[in-house]
């Protein structure tokens, strides 16, 4: 998954990079038609937040099969809808994962499919549960972490959201996802704008060649000119 609206981004290597998130993401060079559509979607009930909006990411979530890009966060969580109705695929998985994990209550791979299922049917509290379990068998992961560290914030639970994503940094200073999720995270939910531009340079310069590096440098370049 990968982490934001200025995007916050699944991390490499896990269970949900390989496949299984329902979202879509934006390519460089496409922001003004992911823009229209945030308009579309927001002009009716949010129109002061969005000018911010649109100077920001134009990504609601990662695509489908794009995990090796990390979450995406949407920058307001009060814009975010409900938890959806999970389909009948998806409850028959739920319980299926379920029904394993009581045979085998340690299962990596299992907690993890169940976070990430819980996040694809948007029920980002039980993802919540799902990724703590997860990391008490593997706490020095930073994929988990900066997962969950997106789903607190889509839980608008700010304060435990960059605490994960420190702990992300803490084990792999230069995780191109935990940089840019907490960076948007303290710009959007702190006012922080030197500190995200401090994470987002980190990201640059360690990650060049990262398929979000065109996106945070359009990012940095609109928050210097004073976008």
């Avoid at 319980?95 to 980002?124: K, V």
């Avoid at 840019?180 to 939910?189: E, Q, S």
Wanted: charge should be negative; glycine fraction near 8%.
């Amino acid at each position: 998954m990968e982490l934001y609206s200025g995007v916050i981004e699944l991390p490499n290597g896990d269970a949900r990079n390989a496949g299984g998130e329902t979202a879509f993401a934006v390519p460089a060079g496409r922001l003004a038609e992911a823009r229209d559509m945030i308009r579309m979607m927001t002009k009716s009930s949010v129109p002061l937040l969005l000018a911010g909006f649109l100077a920001g990411f134009a990504v609601m979530y990662a695509a489908l099969g794009d995990r090796d890009l990390g979450p995406i966060v949407i920058r307001d969580p009060t814009l975010l809808s409900p938890t959806r109705t999970a389909t009948p695929t998806e409850r028959d998985l739920l319980t299926q994962l379920e029904s394993r994990l009581a045979g085998d209550p340690g299962d990596l791979d299992i907690l993890t499919d169940l976070a990430n299922l819980n996040w694809d049917i948007e029920d980002y509290a039980q993802a919540v549960v799902w990724y703590r379990r997860a990391l008490e068998i593997a706490p020095f992961n930073p994929d988990l972490r900066t997962d969950l560290g997106t789903a607190l914030f889509y839980e608008n639970r700010i304060d435990e959201a960059i605490r994960e994503f420190e702990q992300a940094l803490a084990i792999s200073p230069n995780h191109p996802q935990a940089l840019i999720n907490m960076g948007i995270v303290l710009l959007d939910a702190r006012g922080d704008r030197d500190g995200a531009l401090e994470l987002w340079e980190q990201f640059l310069e360690t990650n060049p060649a990262h398929a979000r590096a065109p996106m945070i440098r359009e990012e940095i370049e609109n928050l210097r000119g004073g976008v």
